[in-house]
């Protein structure tokens, strides 16, 4: 019945913190598979438009390499980056349940999935120019430039959103302020990080050589 009233795709942009909860109380466990697959989704496209990858690959390619790499890479980054907080919680006498702080970071994911929408946009408007250095029809047309920057624009104020989102998101699990919530995600974040660079020195230094 809660599942069934409760939609965390218009609710965690209003209430993060309720919508968290009853998710929590009530056991629910509709769209957390989903959410962090969207989101890797959007991550690989994004990665795709910064590496300006159309040169070498067709726009066909980009999508369908998406589908297949966004499974993974999401489902890594919800599993790590809630694995990551919920032991540095633990070693900071702060408990919770790890399924408790997936849910939260899950349902987090929801702002931010809803940008694969300006994906969509883009993808009918530019094409291939999404993922080129070299851009002749957009910036040959008022339009479609005014497009493409409006749609960055968004995206980057719905990343900073999707922030705060998941700060009050695990907020809720631990029952304390957004704020400490804050702390935690971002010591979690620079201990994740940290772990990644020292794992990856000797691969770095041994390709050097």
Aim: aromatic content about 12%.
């Amino acid at each position: 019945m809660e599942e069934e009233r409760v939609n965390p795709w218009l609710s965690m942009w209003r209430k993060p913190r309720e919508t968290v909860r009853i998710y929590l109380d009530e056991g629910l466990t509709k769209w957390l598979w989903l959410l962090p697959i969207l989101i890797g989704i959007k991550l690989f496209l994004d990665n795709a438009d910064v590496q300006n990858v159309g040169d070498q690959v067709s726009v066909g390619s980009i999508l369908f390499l998406s589908i297949i790499f966004g499974i993974v890479i999401g489902l890594t980054h919800w599993f790590l980056l809630s694995g990551a907080i919920t032991l540095i919680g633990n070693l900071l006498s702060i408990r919770a349940e790890w399924s408790a702080v997936r849910k939260a970071v899950s349902l987090s994911y929801v702002p931010a999935a809803w940008m694969l929408l300006l994906w969509i946009v883009r993808l009918f408007a530019f094409g291939v120019e999404n993922f080129t250095p070299q851009t002749p029809t957009i910036d040959a047309s008022i339009p479609k430039l005014t497009l493409i920057v409006f749609c960055y624009i968004i995206d980057y104020i719905v990343m900073v959103f999707s922030f705060i989102v998941l700060s009050k998101s695990v907020a809720e699990v631990y029952e304390f302020s957004a704020w400490k919530a804050f702390g935690l995600i971002l010591l979690s974040v620079i201990v994740l990080a940290m772990v990644f660079l020292i794992l990856l020195l000797p691969v770095v230094h041994k390709m050097s050589t």
